[in-house]
């Protein structure tokens, strides 16, 4: 099966600081990935959506200079979390899809905690 | 109105039950149906991934997708307490996916 794998999983920063996920397709070169956060008991709430080579489309609502996403190569998807705050601290999801027939895989998530 | 609706449960039943799990949606130009299972702390996992309308079978697991009534299911049979999760639906249409809020099932030993 298509495996994404996320790293950190969990992660604790002070305000200010930025932070670094990755996310990456192991066995299969993804031409989309996407950016998910979390709230607890609540749905998945897309943030952006990156194809390799291009600029991120951030949903609305979602400071691009504050996360920043670089999709370096059809396997490497980053989302840096700049000057993080308290109320950035969320769980971040990030997934992964072949092509347009196929499915969402997603990443195991990371929760930023920021203090 | 919402393009996914899901009854966020809580569901609770004993070992060996049958679960069915539902969603309704709106935009009749969604393609692709996936069902999602989510356990806490880690992201989805994919469990079923279909097309057409009609059911589709894997293991304990079957999809069923009804387009002319916009209703997809899954069913779980002889569940077990492992099966205890959150479970997503999931429709798209290119690059756009819309998912449900979730059903948290209980299987109780």
């Known amino acids: 099966g298509a495996v994404v794998s996320q790293h950190p999983s969990w992660v604790i920063c002070k305000s200010g600081t930025s932070v670094k996920i990755e996310c990456r397709s192991l066995?299969?070169?993804?031409?989309?990935m996407f950016w998910y956060r979390q709230f607890p008991k609540q749905s998945l709430m897309l943030m952006a959506t990156s194809n390799e080579g291009s600029k991120a489309t951030y949903e609305q609502g979602v400071e691009k200079d504050k996360f920043l996403i670089n999709h370096a190569s059809l396997t490497l998807s980053t989302l840096t979390v700049t000057s993080a705050h308290p109320e950035d601290s969320s769980f971040y999801i990030c997934s992964a899809r072949r092509d347009l027939n196929s499915p969402l895989h997603f990443g195991n998530g990371t929760r930023l905690t920021v203090t | 109105q919402k393009e996914v609706e899901q009854d966020p449960g809580p569901l609770s039943v004993p070992e060996g039950a049958i679960v069915s799990l539902n969603c309704t949606y709106s935009?009749?130009?969604?393609?692709?149906f996936m069902w999602y299972r989510q356990y806490s702390r880690k992201g989805p996992e994919l469990l079923m991934y279909?097309?057409?309308?009609g059911n589709k079978e894997d293991g304990r697991f079957t999809a069923q997708v009804d387009k002319s009534s916009k209703y997809i299911s899954l069913f779980i049979r002889d569940s077990q307490p492992s099966d205890s999760a959150t479970y997503l639906c999931a429709m798209s249409a290119g690059n756009q996916f819309y998912f449900g809020t979730g059903t948290s099932l209980t299987v109780i030993p």
């Open positions: 066995d299969f070169q993804a031409t989309t």
């Open positions: 279909t097309y057409s309308s």
């Open positions: 935009n009749s130009a969604f393609q692709y």
